[in-house]
């Protein structure tokens, strides 16, 4: 089983809402991340979690805040968002963090549109 | 940072053709990955390359990581029109903080 499930698949938000979007793995992975797509481009890698512990920050706004409540769940809290964060936000997993070898496993995704 | 030039950058072919692509870096790359992604969906991992010089095959899909490990390429064989999506290949390697390095992508579009 190579799945990693996203919860809610459709949000619309509006500037002052707070939200949370939500990742859960049942792989044994260690690591956990959160990136941001806009259409057409490749994602953009937001935040990586290893072992429960914020490992990367992009230099993503504090807006974004994310969470790893345990090794199977991440989460991702949304304040205060603007217009041009509307995007499809993916979660992955992978075995750990800081290996050459390894594979990382996506999400669907959510789609994300601030009003 | 490192980056990875993949091409072509869309394709439009008939279905039953064979397709390929591919992605150059003028760095090494220790793993590489190829996704596909449909509209409004998260990127599915086709095949993963652990080796240089590795072949590897997933049903009509076949990918190659190169000797020199900056390059490899997906190829396609009897397109059908399911295979329509975005083709993303993405390196992984000490070098980019073992970060994923992603290719811009392949659109590709199949004529029935």
């Known amino acids: 089983d190579t799945e990693v499930t996203q919860t809610p698949k459709h949000l619309v938000m509006g500037m002052t809402n707070k939200k949370s979007l939500k990742c859960e793995q049942h792989?044994?992975?260690?690591?956990m991340y959160w990136y941001k797509q806009k259409a057409k481009k490749p994602p953009e890698l937001m935040f990586v979690y290893s072992y429960e512990k914020l490992s990367i920050n992009e230099s993503v706004p504090s807006r974004f805040s994310p969470e790893c409540p345990n090794s199977s769940l991440l989460n991702l809290h949304l304040h205060a968002l603007q217009p041009e964060d509307s995007a499809l936000y993916l979660c992955?997993?992978?075995?750990?963090?800081?290996?050459?070898?390894?594979?990382?496993?996506f999400g669907p995704g959510t789609r994300l549109t601030v009003l | 940072g490192q980056q990875l030039n993949q091409s072509p950058q869309s394709m439009f072919i008939q279905e039953g053709e064979d397709v390929s692509m591919n992605c150059t870096s003028s760095s090494i790359f220790n793993t590489w990955l190829w996704y596909k992604q449909d509209p409004g969906e998260g990127p599915v991992l086709l095949i993963a390359?652990?080796?240089?010089?590795e072949l590897t095959s997933n049903g009509r899909l076949t990918a190659q990581f190169g000797i020199t490990r900056k390059d490899s390429f997906l190829n396609i064989s009897a397109s059908i029109p399911s295979d329509v999506g975005i083709y993303f290949c993405a390196g992984l390697s000490r070098g980019s903080n073992y970060k994923l390095t992603f290719g811009k992508g392949t659109l590709l579009t199949v004529n029935p």
């Open positions: 390359l652990y080796k240089a010089g």
């Open positions: 992955a997993s992978s075995q750990d963090w800081g290996r050459e070898a390894d594979t990382q496993y």
């Open positions: 792989m044994g992975h260690r690591a």
